[in-house]
């Protein structure tokens, strides 16, 4: 039974209406066919346009003033959240962390079983100093080459190292931008600010009970996953066809031509008379001798080749089983679209991969889908991010694409990006971290300035920069700081907080916390982890507050149960990278990830209860 006594009185309209919108807004982070974007415009519109309509009026007898929605935009948080972004953009761009990359690539050849125990530490500790996504971008490539190179399927490796990121995301307050803002809105609240370090001690605990899982039990219960497309679609050749006298081309228009092969025919150019290069013109007639230079699958070719009634040539020979169809200098990779990527959300047709990068997209691998480029409304697919394609290109293509930055470049290979200014950028988020750990200045201040000098020095371009920053992770932080705020101003958070102590009635405050602490993984797991972490932090601090206890362990409890993004691939933006990549399906992290959440939920809530003395 809930005790009503310990429960606010009946919530007054505006409260139900703030609480009603939490519950579809909750909703609509987890619809995969709306973007995160769109449904934090919606929320933070149905925030202003309520209050505009309908006012609010305060306990001082003053009216709510619906600015107050926009401060999101302003918040110390979301700033250091995209200055930290740029700046781990900048670590990527230079090849900054390419010395690390290099000698875990040599570490593999002579122990892996070792080396795997040495890339996931390496990826928790760098993840609790920059956010995770450059950290997978680095170690993805390695780990593919890797299993290429021994034969074996990367799914024991991959899916592990993205979950120890997350691990170590989670120790410091600048690891994840969950961890910011948690803190930010906490102190907004009146909590104590927290330091850099303050709660590295459960974390590295922790960790090392999870590492030891990821290490030597997670690959053992992981089933073999194959990459998605490895060479698995066929490569396109430029060839030629000379057409045969009395064959159907023989004195067609080129319109004709291609009505009769299909639109999708590609082609380049008309050799006449040996030499003469002719523009691909409809009402160009074509004669018998006429070469036609075609890029298509060879499949495809030798339909072209009987169809049209012609010879199909590789250079100067004819294509027989003495001379095969050359690709020349063109090699196959497999392209991961990031965060961030000018690819992101963008439709195949509006991609121009041959005219932006030289690439033929062969393939694409989305949602654990393989679709090929020609098949019927491939166009119209829209690119996500974690997306796999399937490209061919020239090998000076594939590393202009690679030192981009843009695309993922998983072709087995161990080259990384690097430049003179490396050193630079990694000096500059060393002093970016430094000051703000040793409360020289504010970790806000610092990244800002952090991100001047790199763009000051060329370590960054301003495209570069305006790229790393994300429009969901924006929209989210600030429509979930709205939800925030009206769920505070309207009794909403304490009335969900009263709601909580009463259904928890007679429980120890441990078993409280490790009942949030839950509560917040089950929610981040579902819906977006700082939603999660914004709506949870103010409520963390009422239920603290109804029981009496400190706050501390309650925000850390909302902070840690939020980071815990293990059990679903859509649960964090790195699992998508990994789950595309490596071929894994949503059950691999429902069979990894759930063991990972009870280890961290059960030591973090008996750490925090010892050292709270919840008991």
Request: proline share 5%.
């Amino acid at each position: 039974m809930i005790d009503s006594t310990l429960v606010a009185g009946s919530p007054e309209p505006h409260t139900i209406a703030v609480l009603l919108l939490t519950f579809v807004a909750l909703i609509l982070f987890t619809r995969e066919n709306i973007p995160l974007q769109t449904s934090s415009l919606f929320v933070l519109c149905a925030l202003i346009l309520g209050f505009e309509i309908f006012p609010y009026q305060l306990p001082d007898g003053s009216i709510f003033n619906t600015k107050l929605f926009f401060i999101g935009f302003g918040n110390e948080a979301l700033i250091a959240v995209s200055a930290l972004m740029v700046a781990g953009q900048a670590l990527v761009r230079t090849g900054a962390m390419e010395p690390i990359g290099r000698l875990l690539a040599k570490l593999w050849r002579v122990s892996p079983s070792l080396s795997l125990l040495l890339t996931l530490i390496t990826g928790a500790v760098l993840s609790a100093f920059v956010n995770n996504t450059p950290i997978v971008v680095l170690l993805l490539p390695i780990l593919v080459n890797v299993s290429l190179r021994t034969g074996q399927s990367p799914a024991g490796t991959l899916l592990p190292m993205g979950m120890a990121t997350l691990l170590g995301g989670m120790a410091t307050t600048i690891g994840t931008s969950t961890n910011l803002l948690v803190v930010k809105v906490a102190e907004d609240l009146g909590v104590p600010e927290f330091g850099m370090f303050d709660f590295v001690m459960p974390v590295a605990l922790t960790s090392v009970v999870a590492i030891i899982y990821l290490w030597l039990i997670a690959p053992k219960i992981l089933p073999d996953r194959s990459p998605p497309l490895q060479d698995t679609s066929p490569r396109v050749f430029t060839a030629e066809i000379e057409i045969k006298n009395g064959g159907f081309a023989d004195g067609e228009t080129l319109a004709n031509i291609r009505d009769k092969a299909g639109n999708d025919i590609n082609i380049e150019r008309i050799i006449r008379s040996g030499n003469l290069s002719m523009a691909t013109l409809p009402d160009v007639v074509i004669r018998a001798g006429d070469r036609l230079v075609i890029k298509d699958t060879s499949e495809n070719l030798r339909d072209y080749e009987h169809e049209l009634g012609g010879q199909l040539f590789t250079g100067n020979d004819e294509v027989d089983a003495n001379h095969q169809l050359e690709a020349g200098d063109q090699r196959i990779a497999e392209l991961v679209v990031i965060s961030g990527s000018t690819l992101d959300r963008v439709r195949i047709a509006d991609a121009r991969l041959k005219t932006k990068y030289g690439l033929t997209l062969l393939a694409i691998h989305s949602q654990g889908k393989e679709t090929r480029a020609r098949s019927k409304g491939i166009n119209e697919t829209l690119i996500r991010a974690g997306d796999v394609l399937l490209v061919q290109g020239s090998l000076g293509a594939i590393r202009e694409v690679k030192a981009s930055g843009s695309l993922l470049v998983l072709d087995g290979g161990e080259e990384l990006p690097h430049t003179k200014k490396a050193p630079l950028a990694l000096t500059v988020m060393g002093a970016i971290v430094g000051l703000a750990a040793f409360g020289i200045l504010p970790i806000v201040v610092s990244s800002v300035i952090g991100c001047l000098v790199l763009i000051v020095t060329g370590c960054l371009r301003w495209k570069d920069a305006t790229n790393a920053l994300s429009a969901q992770v924006i929209f989210i932080i600030v429509a979930s700081l709205a939800l925030g705020v009206a769920l505070i101003q309207t009794g909403g958070a304490d009335f969900l907080a009263g709601l909580f102590v009463a259904s928890t009635q007679g429980f120890s405050p441990g078993v409280v916390l490790a009942i949030l602490i839950l509560s917040m993984a089950v929610m981040t797991n579902v819906v977006s982890n700082n939603a999660a972490a914004v709506i949870g932090t103010p409520i963390a601090v009422s239920i603290a507050q109804t029981l009496g206890m400190p706050v501390e362990p309650f925000v850390l409890g909302v902070l840690f149960g939020a980071n815990m993004s293990y059990a679903t691939p859509m649960a964090y933006q790195t699992n998508l990278l990994v789950m595309n990549a490596g071929g894994y399906k949503f059950s691999d992290f429902v069979k990894v990830g759930v063991p990972l959440v009870i280890i961290n939920w059960l030591m973090l809530s008996a750490i925090l209860t010892w050292v709270y003395k919840l008991n």
